[in-house]
């Protein structure tokens, strides 16, 4: 059974980071394009950051340029979202996503299979 579960997410301060983890069972990660999405209370589900199978291709929304950076290890199969200098309007539950693809667009409907999400909270 195909499964995504998210770690690392919780309360951090603005100007702080996290470090959030994708890990895959029941599938080999590395023929898959991975997505990171957030949805944030009453707002749509919004593409963060996207990487092809083979890590030579990256997406990141305007937003997060600069900020985060994606990363997979498909030996582990895990992938990686690394956020710095948090911001509260980064507050959002986040999604990883999984599509048999070597790439898609940083769209959520692209994306067939996904995790239960990890709440990332920007606070002081």
């Known amino acids: 059974q195909l499964q995504l579960v998210e770690s690392g997410g919780g309360l951090v301060q603005p100007g702080g980071s996290l470090r959030l983890s994708c890990a895959a069972s029941g599938f080999t990660l590395s023929y898959y394009a991975i997505g990171w999405f957030r949805q944030a209370p009453g707002k749509e589900r919004e593409g963060v950051s996207c990487?092809?199978?083979?890590?030579?291709?990256?997406y990141y929304a305007d937003s997060v340029k600069g900020r985060f950076t994606i990363s997979r290890d498909n030996a582990k199969n895990t992938v990686y979202l690394q956020m710095n200098s948090l911001k509260p309007e980064d507050t959002a539950v986040y999604y990883c996503?999984?599509?048999?693809?070597?790439?898609?667009?940083?769209?959520?409907?692209?994306?067939?299979?996904w995790g239960q999400g990890t709440q990332v909270t920007v606070s002081s």
């Open positions: 990487i092809s199978s083979n890590e030579g291709n990256t």
């Open positions: 996503a999984a599509e048999r693809s070597f790439y898609r667009r940083c769209m959520s409907f692209n994306y067939d299979y």
